[in-house]
Each structure stands twice: as structure tokens, then as C-alpha cells.
């Protein structure tokens, strides 16, 4: 006998995807919408929570990420019903969503909420890893406790965490950019970062309490429901903490940066022996004898835009990542940003009607705040599902709303390294031209605080450690103060926070 078909459902607002800004954007609704039923669509059988949640000023907020199973959503709001599906279809004429277990979901107002995958730099090729959510980071992890050297490609959070995380392993990174962190610093933060790098690390580790994985036990079941190829939702900040990234070897830090290079070619163990080319050992330092000789068979070669080719056990792709959009495309006449992202205007609605997106999906294509800009991070994703849902609420009862407040400074905290680092504004000078200007002032191995100014006024700045400068920063950005007549702004012996409160 046929098994029935799952009921379809009508709701009048409808969300997929089950990471922070689907989350956020559902919890939202739910509070808005106390007496309507609000359909999340999410593909994996476990959501991103926001939890302990601070504004830590006007624009700076910091909370921990937990991965939580659906059931306690669904019990903090008894109104959000969580369907567990992958989308199959998108008929936005008919205000309709096919799911794989067969159902239709009908909806007066969408939020879509994908998120983002990872960029692979190969597909298909089973020494190539891709980190983007719990199931590849354990996987990593797995890869990891047998491997002697592993190769990571790309300049990245996640790459700049791994590089820093990972022990008792030889590590090859290969970054297009000058210098390490491009998304993020300029070539003196990167400095200043690079000696930690070098330095042993500390054997007590800072308690971190950002993500709390509870994955396992549902793993299994999970796996078959869902199917391995499923995405998970981005990684939190501190990912890392509770996976053990030691490699076999007996010792901490291991890295040797090729700059300004690309991958050329990956070549499987027997490619490259039919090709005949030679690969370099792994770079030896004054105090350490290089623990491999490359005489060593290696499963995988990769050779580099600059000529030299490196032997590992496998290579983490760590490239950045692309807008989920697929199975949203077809049959429908969305407008995309360049990066790939549905294009949304001020209201989060995409050139679809009754349709809107947040999060690593969306491509914010309003004229954006001198201080503003996207990038594809946890604090946005946040704000953006809590906007979208404001909007979509607006919309639905006729109301109109403003752009919201947090889309006028960009403004992340996060940690890298173990250093506290803010980001405020255009803290690399983004779209500022040759006409600025830095201040720039450095403790090694404490503190480096960078201010971008033009025409007397502060347009951005990056601050690494305990600095204690953001709100005073956020402050002068947000109000254009003009500054000209203060000399030197980052003069230790001054205390700006007396000056401008």
C-alpha cells in the first residue's frame, strides 16, 4: 500500500532555513504573531539558537551560538512548527513550497534563509574538505588524528582559526592575499597577529562558551534522515572549542604561509607519480629539523600558481562561500547580486513578490550607510532575520518601517588568536579611495589599534585586544566628530573616553 502523502499546509508566514537568521527571523514572528502558526522549513534535524545575547553598545552586540534540537524551539514558542525537509520547489506564483517528503506549504509571506556553502576548490575529490558546519568540522577532526601534514586553502575566519588551532600536524597555508586575515586586517594587524602564530601557545585555554555542539547522539539518525549531503548552517565563532585538532606528531606549532598563490593543480598519489614532478619538504626553520622528508608518498600533491608543489594527507578548502539559492531559481524571477545573493532592498523583500530573504542568501542592494557594508557573519545574519521579520510583520498589518539602526555602522566582535578583535565601520579603508588616512598604535603581544580617518573625521577602526576603545570609537564614527584639532587621537597618555563623553 502507498504510504499517505504528508498534509499540506497554509500559514501566513512561511521560513526556511534553520541557521540564525531563519531562527531569529521565525522566533520574531512568533512573538509578533502570538495566535498564527509560523512554518520553519529547515533541512537538518538540529537549529542555531541565539543564546546570551548583550548589546555591549549601541551598535556592538556579542552571544553565543548553541545548536539546539528543533523540539526546544518549538516548546519556547508553541506557535513555530519546525517541518524537517529540504526544499524541493519554489512556485512563487502560486505562494507555494514543495518539500522533498512530498508536501506543499502555502504561505502569504515568505523569508528565505538559506544561508551559504562552501566554495570548494574541487569537487568530488575525497581528500578536499570543506568546513562549514558541525558534521564537516567533526569530520575534519576525524581526518585529522591521522594526518602528519595537511595543506589549507584560503584567508579566511576559519582558516585563520584552524591555523592557529591546530597541533601535532605540519601546516601548509596557501593565501592569495599579501598577508594573512585580508577579509579582515590590513598587513600590520596581520604582523602583529603572525608572532602569535609563532609563539608557543598557552596550555590553559581561555573558557570559551560560545557553541555548545549536541549533536552526537542524534547523529546517526540524523545522517539517514537527512542525508550526508545535506548543509548545516554556518559554524559559530568559536567552532573549534570541544574538537581536539591534534595531529600525530609531538609538537604545537607547525605553519609555513605561501603567499600571493593560488592552486594550480591537485594530483591524486599515482597522477603524480606518472607526472614526474618533484615536491619541496616542508620548510625547515633554525631550531626545528623538518619532521617529514619529502621522499615521503604523500595521498595527495598540490602544485601552486608559484610553481611549488607540497605532498599532504588532505587539504581543507576554506575559500569563502556562495549564496544557497538553488533550489530556489527555477521558475522564478529573482534579481541577483554579483556575489550570487537574492538581491534585497531596505525591507529584506527581493524582487519577488511577498518574498524575502536574510542572512548569507541575501545580497543587501539598498545604498548602504557611509559606515556600512555586508559581509557574510554571524552578528549580520542575526540582525538580518530579526529585520526581516519586523518587515515582513510591517507588510502584513500595512504598515511601513525604517531601515534599522544596526545597518548604519558595521560593527563585529569576535576572537582571533585568543585576542579580542572589533571591527567597526570601514575598518580597511573599504571603498575609501587613496584619500584617508591611519593612525596606528602597537603593544606587541598585547594590543594594536588602527583608526581610519578622512578630513578630520573617523570612518573606521580595528581594534585587537583589551582596548576598551569601542564605545568611545562607535561614538565619534556614528556622530562624524570632527577630530582634526586633536593631534594624535591614540596618544596612550590621552584618555579619549574623558574627552567624548
Not at 73 to 87: A, G, H, M, T
Not at 108 to 125: D, R, Y
Not at 135 to 160: P, Y
Request: glycine share 8%.
Amino acid at each position: 500500500m502507498e504510504a499517505a502523502r504528508p498534509p499540506s499546509t497554509a500559514g501566513r508566514f512561511v521560513v526556511v532555513g534553520g541557521g540564525i537568521a531563519g531562527v531569529t527571523c521565525a522566533e520574531q514572528l512568533a512573538i509578533q504573531f502570538p495566535s498564527e502558526d509560523i512554518l520553519l522549513i529547515t533541512a537538518r534535524p538540529v537549529i542555531k539558537a541565539v543564546t546570551n545575547f548583550k548589546q555591549v553598545s549601541k551598535v556592538l552586540e556579542e552571544f553565543d551560538v548553541e545548536e539546539q534540537p528543533k523540539t526546544m524551539l518549538e516548546n519556547r514558542f508553541p506557535n513555530v512548527k519546525v517541518i524537517q525537509s529540504e526544499v524541493k520547489q519554489l512556485k512563487s506564483k502560486e505562494h507555494c513550497i514543495l518539500t522533498g517528503d512530498g508536501s506543499q506549504h502555502v504561505y502569504e509571506k515568505l523569508c528565505l534563509c538559506a544561508g551559504a556553502k562552501p566554495k570548494l576548490i574541487c569537487e568530488g575529490n575525497p581528500y578536499v574538505l570543506g568546513i562549514r558546519d558541525t558534521d564537516s568540522a567533526q569530520e575534519f577532526q576525524k581526518q585529522l588524528t591521522k594526518a602528519k601534514r595537511i595543506m589549507i586553502i584560503g584567508n579566511g575566519g576559519i582558516a585563520l582559526e584552524l591555523v592557529y588551532e591546530i597541533e601535532g600536524c605540519e601546516v601548509i597555508w596557501a593565501i592569495k592575499d599579501k598577508a594573512i586575515g585580508n577579509t579582515f586586517f590590513d598587513a600590520g594587524a596581520a604582523e602583529f597577529l603572525t608572532s602569535k602564530l609563532i609563539a608557543e601557545k598557552p596550555e590553559a585555554r581561555m573558557a570559551h562558551k560560545r557553541t555548545r555542539y549536541t549533536t552526537e547522539g542524534r547523529k546517526k539518525e540524523a545522517q539517514t534522515k537527512s542525508g550526508a549531503g545535506n548543509l548545516g548552517s554556518a559554524l559559530g565563532p568559536d567552532w573549534h572549542e570541544g574538537l581536539n585538532l591534534k595531529g600525530t606528531k609531538e609538537f604545537s606549532h607547525k605553519v609555513h604561509i605561501e603567499t600571493m598563490c593560488e592552486v594550480k593543480k591537485i594530483y591524486l598519489q599515482e597522477e603524480f607519480r606518472i607526472s614526474k614532478k618533484k615536491s619541496l619538504p616542508f620548510p625547515r626553520d633554525r631550531c626545528n629539523q623538518s619532521v617529514t622528508t619529502d621522499k615521503e608518498a604523500w595521498p595527495v600533491y598540490v602544485e601552486l600558481t608559484n610553481e611549488k608543489t607540497y605532498g599532504c594527507d588532505f587539504i581543507v578548502s576554506a575559500t569563502g562561500v556562495t549564496p544557497n539559492t538553488e533550489p530556489f531559481l527555477c521558475g522564478n524571477n529573482f534579481d541577483l547580486g554579483e556575489d550570487g545573493g537574492l538581491k534585497v532592498d531596505a525591507q529584506m523583500h527581493t524582487s519577488v513578490s511577498d518574498v524575502y530573504a536574510a542572512g548569507d542568501i541575501c545580497t543587501a542592494s539598498w545604498p548602504p550607510s557611509p559606515f556600512w557594508q555586508q559581509m557574510r557573519l554571524w552578528t549580520q545574519a542575526r540582525q538580518m532575520g530579526w529585520y526581516a521579520a519586523k518587515c515582513m510583520a510591517a507588510a502584513s498589518l500595512g504598515e511601513s518601517i525604517d531601515l534599522d539602526f544596526s545597518f548604519e555602522l558595521f560593527a563585529h566582535v569576535t576572537k582571533f588568536f585568543n585576542y579580542k578583535v572589533v571591527l567597526l565601520g570601514k575598518y580597511n579603508a573599504q571603498g575609501l579611495g587613496s584619500d584617508h588616512e591611519l593612525m596606528l598604535r602597537c603593544t606587541k603581544g598585547q594590543e594594536y589599534v588602527k583608526v581610519v580617518m578622512q578630513n578630520g573625521q573617523m570612518m573606521g577602526a580595528v581594534l585587537i585586544g583589551e582596548t576598551d576603545l569601542e564605545e568611545t570609537f562607535e561614538h565619534l564614527i556614528l556622530n562624524q566628530t570632527d577630530l582634526s584639532s586633536y593631534g594624535d587621537l591614540l596618544d596612550p597618555n590621552i584618555d579619549l573616553e574623558d574627552y567624548f563623553d
